[in-house]
């Protein structure tokens, strides 16, 4: 695998080579290097000729972020690289679009939209590449080049912490130096997919959209038939789980059958020698979670969760807020979900399949949670009703509060009887509030799965045109001096899990969430709620 060596004075600059390493690209010593990456926002005085000499003997020179604007218009390196730049913007919403010889390079790029300021290039040489680009003024302008007759390259974002800390922007880097250094690709990765069609519709798709996956089996159990896709290539049908887990055509298994076989088709496809991707929840206990681990880790298979909460937009922009410290510190979430409705009795309905109401459509919930709060959950207390609907054996109503070592609590309610409608998420703070609103059933408040009536949010019965309307609104900051703040956010991503999945598969790139130790702290947590809602309410530690 190459190695890299990483030059810069930038803060934040490590979070970007703790990623490199991961994705096993370095850092190491200048001279044992395969590539140089420069991030430096001060003269590079003698250093400049140092770089220029590595980059003659083949080495790639990769200079990002501020390097470029921190050299003199006479540098031999901005001979050298073919680009001559020009004017520095102010920082804006910049869309990354693939440039003519950047194929590689923005492969499963997404809707990636970096705040920064770039430099506009006056002059392009003809031999330069043109990986990334940016439309400006009319135009389309390179950000990310490379020229291998010099064996130099110049991409000019990077300069601050937030952009040097972000998944998207480390993987581009990554992606930048293996092009300069010759490396591909592995072949797309052949998945297999098994389990409930209303859970693995979301698969389906996603994996169509990727590069790097192909849906080449399914296997629904003869429970239904999914929407016919219209491919060159449709994935062949699989009447039997077990051959589909123990086909040799297929590199990953995607397990989305109902939650209480979720540990035994995972089993069998790490057995198989199969990379396993589980729905979330992933188990119904942390022991089965332990189990799956340890044999994944024995056989050096990959084992990931399917996130079910974490990537609505809502979410992500509320996270961005909590960890930038727009509400200082966190002292209360509480979470809503759910309105006046009578389930419809699918498997998600059913406690002994589904796990019961908590772990079927509060494990969304609790997991944004736990993704707000980095510390320990030193106790759980839930309560649950069964009053209404008895034709279910799940709750109607349930209840779960959490308790973090450093004093933050925060609330779950989920609910099948309740016609007044309540806002989303609140996250009150020790400076300022975050609060999303969300339409009942929308992604952002995580409607109930197992459909029936819908409601508005205000709980007019207006139906799914008035709570759209609620999950449209953006979240908002609520300071403490009288300021309110509408946090940006972008569509939803159906696709970047599966992006992530696809880059860790056949690029190497670490897979930085949805790990058996994130889901482990999940599922504790669902664990400790059941035991405390059996015993009344009793504060129960996850194990």
């Known amino acids: ?12 600059v490590n979070a970007l080579g703790d990623h490199l390493r991961a994705a096993g690209l370095g850092p190491t010593s200048a001279r044992s290097a395969d590539a140089l990456l420069v991030l430096i926002d001060r003269p590079l005085d003698h250093v400049e000729q140092e770089l220029l000499d590595r980059a003659r003997q083949s080495v790639p020179v990769l200079l990002a972020g501020p390097t470029v604007r921190s050299l003199s218009p006479d540098s031999p390196l901005i001979d050298a690289s073919g680009l001559t730049p020009g004017r520095v913007t102010p920082p804006y919403d910049l869309p990354l679009i693939p440039g003519p010889d950047g194929a590689a390079v923005a492969a499963r790029l997404g ?36 020229r291998p007759s010099t064996g130099l390259g110049i991409f000019t974002l990077g300069a601050g912490e937030e952009l040097l800390a972000d998944p998207r922007y480390q993987r581009l880097v990554g992606r930048w130096l293996r092009h300069a250094l ?20 979301v698969h389906i798709d996603a994996v169509d959209a990727v590069e790097g996956l192909e849906l080449a089996a399914l296997c629904d159990g003869g429970m239904a038939r999914p929407p016919s896709r219209d491919t060159d290539r449709p994935a062949r049908r699989v009447d039997d789980p077990d051959d589909l887990v123990n086909d040799p055509e297929l590199n990953l298994v995607i397990v989305a059958t109902p ?7 995972a089993r069998r496809a790490l057995e198989a020698g199969k990379q396993v991707v589980v729905h979330a929840p992933m188990c119904l206990s942390t022991h089965e979670v332990d189990e799956l ?8 298979l990959l084992l990931a969760v399917y996130p079910d909460g974490r990537d609505d937009p809502g979410h992500r922009a509320m996270r961005t807020a909590v960890r930038r410290g727009d509400v200082g510190e966190v002292m209360w979430i509480e979470i809503f979900s759910g309105g006046l409705r009578r389930p419809a009795g699918t498997w998600h309905d059913d406690e002994r399949i589904s796990g019961g109401l908590i772990f079927d459509r509060g494990a969304a919930q609790l997991d944004r949670v736990l993704d707000l709060v980095d510390d320990q959950v030193e106790w759980v207390s839930a309560a649950g009703h069964k009053r209404v609907w008895h034709h279910v054996t799940n709750a109607d109503h349930a209840r779960v509060l959490l308790h973090f070592a450093g004093g933050c609590e925060a609330q779950v309610t989920i609910s099948d009887v309740a016609a007044a409608g309540r806002p989303g998420t609140q996250v009150l703070g020790s400076t300022g509030s975050l609060l999303a609103r969300a339409g009942d059933g929308g992604r952002a408040g995580g409607g109930a799965r197992s459909g029936g009536g819908t409601r508005g949010d205000d709980g007019s019965g207006a139906g799914a045109g008035a ?50 130790e994130d889901a482990r702290r999940l599922v504790a947590v669902l664990e400790a709620a059941r035991r405390s809602a059996a015993a009344g309410g009793a504060q129960m530690a996850p194990a």
């Open 111 to 146: 809707d990636f939209r970096p705040r920064e300021s770039w430099v506009v290039p006056e002059k392009v040489a003809e031999d330069v590449e043109r990986l990334l680009m940016v439309r400006h003024e009319m135009g389309e302008h390179p950000i990310c080049t490379w």
């Open 1 to 12: 695998m190459p190695r890299i060596h990483l030059v810069s004075n930038l803060p934040g």
């Open 293 to 300: 681990t340890e044999l994944a880790d024995s056989r050096s």
């Open 182 to 201: 010759g490396v591909t690709d592995a072949a797309p990765v052949k998945v297999g997919l098994i389990g409930a069609p209303d859970v693995f519709g």
């Open 259 to 265: 939650t209480h076989t979720h540990v035994e088709w």
């Open 467 to 516: 709570g759209d309307q609620w999950h449209r609104r953006s979240p908002r900051v609520l300071a403490h001096d009288g300021t309110r703040t509408a946090l940006p956010t972008g569509p939803h991503d159906a696709t970047r899990f599966h992006r992530e999945l696809a880059d860790c598969l056949v690029a190497g790139w670490p897979l930085a969430e949805h790990r058996p």
